[in-house]
């Protein structure tokens, strides 16, 4: 059972109990806060000014934070900055263009100073736990999934641009958060695993908001019966709440894990005070959790396996509906009510992967629920991926790699694939279940555009090996659970000895950057000019839109390195018209800077409603660009490349109702766009235009009250109503500046 407490909560003596009122000073008492204010640099604005301990990317990002840095004026990495290569696409389309972005990486490590994990060695969150967690320490990562708070570090997961600032020597700024307490009793029952807690952790939090941009800390009687890997597996999947970052209580299973990982010296006990103020409560009762399913299209929507299986129809029916909603009535195949059969239901793949999955104990307790059984000669396939050579090596020893493969299992080396839709994409139409973070929309590979949906259902390894072992029918592993003890871990980083690049502090400036055909500059951006005119490109009314929506994950990310070349895909999957709209925005506001006359109707009608609007306002004094209206953009992955594709399409703003998460605002602000906000329906559809003027000197004063203007195709014109939420001086003068490379040069004098 989970129960959620709203009001303040004060932890003392070991007892959670409601506070009356808040007690500020208290808040101070927490581990989050006993770390935040360690890495703070007070300027008495009331924000925190945070720098980081280390930083860590893997291959989708680390290009455009090194060409972005590099632009800005950085001559070496100031704190230790790794670079890890799991997101590699496998040559998905094709050439050189993977493994030369890889040898761009190596060359960057080389030049600036710093660590390179080579492809298929670990995935990045791995990595990080055994070689760069810390009790108290803070690291800053460009993947939305950078959490180790099990270990009492925290990680925030945000956009490059975040990287390059730290990287310049720059701070993180955000507003103080709130802290909810997350409180552990109990024990999870047999055949319940982390992933299972996390899930029904989602599904209690992700849609009312409740821990929105908070910081979860926890504490409680089960955390100390809980492995670390199992501390682990939950945490992770913290992202999938909507949080800023997590910390637990740390103990001498921490203790013991970071010694066995060679850093003893890097532990530290983390513990509440005697008496501390939270902002809120979670309380999980751990002997309550079941053996859960997040069905399609979203981590939060949890069910009991139990109670999936006693309603199939009623429930897969709610998904279907959703997935014709997403799909607009695109005639398009796509059931899961006819996957139940007499047995149950049919299950057509079954991935262990990722950060999330491919810890050890989760690899170990597949396979000591799968021993002596087989996957079956039909469409069921499963495929594992330890999360890295170091656990590889130990389940190769233990015998655990060929206990799955004797089941006819295929077991992979570490690769965020299918995390990220660019490994094992399952068939059209069939139902893949994962122990990995996320199964939104088209996040498994599939191409609705081109007629292609499948779908992707989370679940806990233990599940899905009962699945395995079952033929392929969904089966709840409490039916194959028993009293099995995990072995003791064996840690072995001689693969890492023998192949990872460690540079820090040992940089060659005189070396060069190695350069591949497809790795291209960032484009030039203008400053804001003082009015903008806005075509509205795209509108999508959806209740969220992902990062992965905004620009899709898998092979697309190939063009990872060219920033016009990934654009190209940007809204593919959800409004394929979006680029070629975009693009004729963006050759309009050229042919204005170039001083042509514009031959555009649209535009020359719009220009002249304006002049009604505002008579004084001079055209050359009005930027024209792109903006796309979503209900809620943003939920997922903190690649920076969800704004800045919009970006170098000639994108000036997003608005929103509001924005799901804070790194993808952040992201959005960084690329020099505005983060607008508007309250009810839009009154503007796709090709109609959005008048702001007096933009420039708005950002200098109050965002609450924006005055704007919708000039639609018809010639009518009605008042929009805008508003910027919280912005700092420093967010205000990227966005004027035209994008974080422009200020940061302008900063360095270049």
Same mark, same amino acid.
């Given at each position: 059972?989970?129960?959620?407490?709203?009001?303040?909560?004060?932890?003392?003596?070991?007892?959670?109990?409601?506070?009356?009122?808040?007690?500020?000073?208290?808040?101070?008492?927490?581990?989050?806060?006993?770390?935040?204010?360690?890495?703070?640099?007070?300027?008495?604005?009331?924000?925190?000014?945070?720098?980081?301990?280390?930083?860590?990317?893997?291959?989708?990002?680390?290009?455009?934070?090194?060409?972005?840095?590099?632009?800005?004026?950085?001559?070496?990495?100031?704190?230790?900055?790794?670079?890890?290569?799991?997101?590699?696409?496998?040559?998905?389309?094709?050439?050189?263009?993977?493994?030369?972005?890889?040898?761009?990486?190596?060359?960057?490590?080389?030049?600036?100073?710093?660590?390179?994990?080579?492809?298929?060695?670990?995935?990045?969150?791995?990595?990080?736990?055994?070689?760069?967690?810390?009790?108290?320490?803070?690291? !800053?990562?460009?993947?939305?999934? @950078?959490? /180790?708070?099990? *270990?009492?570090?925290?990680?925030?997961?945000?956009?490059? $641009?975040? #990287?390059?600032?730290?990287?310049?020597?720059?701070?993180?700024?955000?507003?103080?958060?709130?802290?909810?307490?997350?409180?552990?009793?109990?024990?999870?029952?047999?055949?319940?695993?982390?992933?299972?807690?996390?899930?029904?952790?989602?599904?209690?939090?992700?849609?009312?908001?409740?821990?929105?941009?908070?910081?979860?800390?926890?504490?409680?009687?089960?955390?100390?019966?809980?492995?670390?890997?199992?501390?682990?597996?939950?945490?992770?999947?913290?992202?999938?709440?909507?949080?800023?970052?997590?910390?637990?209580?740390?103990?001498?299973?921490?203790?013991?894990?970071?010694?066995?990982?060679?850093?003893?010296?890097?532990?530290?006990? !983390?513990?509440?005070?005697?008496? @501390?103020? /939270?902002?809120? *409560?979670?309380?999980?009762?751990?002997?309550?959790?079941? $053996?859960? #399913?997040?069905?399609?299209?979203?981590?939060?929507?949890?069910?009991?396996?139990?109670?999936?299986?006693?309603?199939?129809?009623?429930?897969?029916?709610?998904?279907?509906?959703?997935?014709?909603?997403?799909?607009?009535?695109?005639?398009?195949?796509?059931?899961?009510?006819?996957?139940?059969?007499?047995?149950?239901?049919?299950?057509?793949?079954?991935?262990?992967?990722?950060?999330?999955?491919?810890?050890?104990?989760?690899?170990?307790?597949?396979?000591?629920?799968?021993?002596?059984?087989?996957?079956?000669?039909?469409?069921?396939?499963?495929?594992?991926?330890?999360?890295?050579?170091?656990?590889?090596?130990?389940?190769?020893?233990?015998?655990?790699?060929?206990?799955?493969?004797?089941?006819?299992?295929?077991?992979?080396?570490?690769?965020?694939?299918?995390?990220?839709?660019?490994?094992?994409?399952?068939?059209?139409?069939?139902?893949?279940?994962?122990?990995?973070?996320?199964?939104?929309?088209?996040?498994?590979?599939?191409?609705?555009?081109?007629?292609?949906?499948?779908?992707?259902?989370?679940?806990?390894?233990?599940?899905?090996?009962?699945?395995?072992?079952?033929?392929?029918?969904?089966?709840?592993?409490?039916?194959?659970?028993?009293?099995?003890?995990?072995?003791?871990?064996?840690?072995?980083?001689?693969?890492?000895?023998?192949?990872?690049?460690?540079?820090?502090?040992?940089?060659?400036?005189?070396?060069?950057?190695?350069?591949?055909?497809?790795?291209?500059?960032?484009?030039?951006?203008?400053?804001?000019?003082?009015?903008?005119?806005?075509?509205?490109?795209?509108?999508?009314?959806?209740?969220?839109?992902?990062?992965?929506?905004?620009?899709?994950?898998?092979?697309?990310?190939?063009?990872?390195?060219?920033?016009?070349?990934?654009?190209?895909?940007?809204?593919?999957?959800?409004?394929?018209?979006?680029?070629?709209?975009?693009?004729?925005?963006?050759?309009?506001?050229?042919?204005?800077?170039?001083?042509?006359?514009?031959?555009?109707?649209?535009?020359?009608?719009?220009?002249?409603?304006?002049?009604?609007?505002?008579?004084?306002?001079?055209?050359?004094?009005?930027?024209?660009?792109?903006?796309?209206?979503?209900?809620?953009?943003?939920?997922?992955?903190?690649?920076?490349?969800?704004?800045?594709?919009?970006?170098?399409?000639?994108?000036?703003?997003?608005?929103?109702?509001?924005?799901?998460?804070?790194?993808?605002?952040?992201?959005?602000?960084?690329?020099?766009?505005?983060?607008?906000?508007?309250?009810?329906?839009?009154?503007?559809?796709?090709?109609?235009?959005?008048?702001?003027?007096?933009?420039?000197?708005?950002?200098?004063?109050?965002?609450?009250?924006?005055?704007?203007?919708?000039?639609?195709?018809?010639?009518?014109?009605?008042?929009?109503?805008?508003?910027?939420?919280?912005?700092?001086?420093?967010?205000?003068?990227?966005?004027?500046?035209?994008?974080?490379?422009?200020?940061?040069?302008?900063?360095?004098?270049?």
């Amino acid at each position: 059972m989970i129960q959620l407490h709203h009001g303040g909560v004060t932890l003392h003596g070991g007892v959670p109990t409601p506070a009356e009122a808040a007690v500020p000073a208290a808040r101070e008492k927490t581990m989050a806060y006993q770390i935040l204010r360690r890495h703070d640099t007070p300027a008495g604005d009331g924000l925190l000014h945070l720098t980081f301990d280390s930083l860590i990317s893997h291959d989708i990002t680390y290009v455009g934070v090194i060409q972005t840095a590099k632009a800005s004026g950085m001559t070496e990495f100031p704190v230790p900055y790794v670079l890890t290569n799991c997101h590699n696409s496998l040559c998905a389309v094709g050439g050189t263009i993977n493994e030369d972005d890889h040898v761009f990486g190596l060359s960057a490590a080389i030049k600036y100073g710093g660590d390179y994990v080579p492809a298929n060695q670990a995935v990045i969150h791995q990595y990080a736990r055994e070689m760069m967690s810390g009790c108290g320490r803070m690291i !800053l990562g460009s993947d939305s999934h @950078t959490r /180790y708070g099990a *270990l009492g570090t925290m990680g925030v997961g945000e956009g490059g $641009p975040e #990287i390059v600032k730290q990287l310049l020597k720059n701070t993180y700024d955000i507003a103080a958060p709130e802290v909810i307490l997350v409180w552990l009793t109990g024990q999870p029952p047999c055949g319940v695993g982390p992933h299972d807690v996390a899930i029904a952790l989602c599904g209690a939090v992700y849609k009312n908001g409740f821990v929105k941009n908070k910081v979860l800390e926890f504490a409680g009687p089960a955390v100390s019966r809980l492995p670390m890997d199992y501390r682990i597996g939950i945490d992770v999947m913290t992202t999938e709440t909507t949080c800023l970052t997590s910390v637990w209580c740390t103990d001498d299973d921490t203790k013991a894990y970071l010694a066995k990982h060679g850093r003893a010296d890097d532990y530290r006990e !983390l513990k509440p005070a005697d008496v @501390t103020y /939270y902002d809120g *409560l979670v309380y999980v009762d751990l002997s309550t959790v079941k $053996p859960m #399913i997040a069905l399609p299209f979203h981590p939060s929507n949890a069910f009991e396996i139990d109670e999936l299986n006693a309603n199939l129809g009623d429930i897969l029916r709610e998904v279907e509906k959703e997935a014709a909603r997403l799909t607009e009535g695109k005639d398009i195949e796509f059931s899961l009510t006819d996957k139940i059969t007499p047995k149950g239901l049919q299950v057509q793949q079954g991935i262990i992967a990722g950060c999330a999955g491919g810890t050890y104990t989760n690899v170990m307790a597949a396979a000591h629920i799968l021993k002596g059984a087989q996957c079956g000669q039909g469409e069921f396939t499963l495929d594992v991926y330890p999360s890295s050579q170091p656990v590889f090596m130990d389940l190769l020893a233990k015998g655990a790699i060929s206990d799955l493969m004797a089941t006819g299992a295929i077991v992979k080396t570490a690769f965020c694939g299918p995390c990220f839709g660019a490994g094992d994409t399952p068939a059209n139409n069939a139902l893949s279940i994962r122990h990995a973070t996320r199964n939104f929309p088209n996040r498994e590979g599939s191409k609705p555009g081109a007629g292609q949906l499948s779908a992707v259902a989370l679940m806990d390894a233990r599940s899905i090996a009962a699945t395995a072992a079952n033929g392929g029918i969904l089966t709840s592993a409490e039916k194959y659970a028993d009293n099995y003890e995990v072995p003791e871990y064996n840690y072995d980083d001689s693969s890492y000895r023998a192949r990872i690049y460690n540079g820090f502090g040992k940089a060659e400036p005189e070396d060069k950057l190695i350069y591949g055909p497809n790795i291209k500059d960032w484009p030039e951006q203008e400053a804001l000019a003082q009015n903008i005119l806005l075509r509205v490109c795209s509108k999508i009314m959806d209740k969220v839109t992902t990062t992965d929506e905004l620009i899709p994950s898998g092979e697309t990310s190939s063009y990872r390195s060219n920033p016009l070349g990934l654009a190209e895909f940007t809204l593919s999957r959800r409004d394929p018209g979006y680029v070629q709209r975009a693009k004729d925005v963006r050759a309009l506001e050229k042919a204005r800077l170039a001083g042509e006359a514009q031959s555009d109707e649209a535009l020359k009608n719009a220009l002249g409603k304006v002049k009604n609007i505002l008579p004084e306002v001079d055209e050359k004094t009005i930027e024209i660009g792109s903006v796309i209206y979503c209900v809620k953009p943003g939920d997922g992955s903190a690649r920076e490349q969800a704004a800045s594709c919009q970006r170098v399409l000639g994108g000036l703003a997003n608005i929103c109702s509001e924005y799901a998460t804070k790194r993808y605002r952040s992201n959005v602000m960084n690329w020099g766009m505005l983060p607008f906000q508007m309250e009810g329906e839009p009154n503007f559809e796709v090709g109609d235009y959005v008048f702001v003027p007096g933009i420039r000197a708005t950002l200098d004063g109050e965002l609450t009250d924006i005055a704007a203007w919708a000039v639609r195709a018809d010639g009518s014109v009605d008042q929009v109503k805008l508003a910027i939420a919280d912005m700092t001086p420093e967010e205000r003068a990227i966005v004027k500046a035209g994008c974080l490379i422009n200020y940061n040069r302008a900063k360095a004098g270049l």
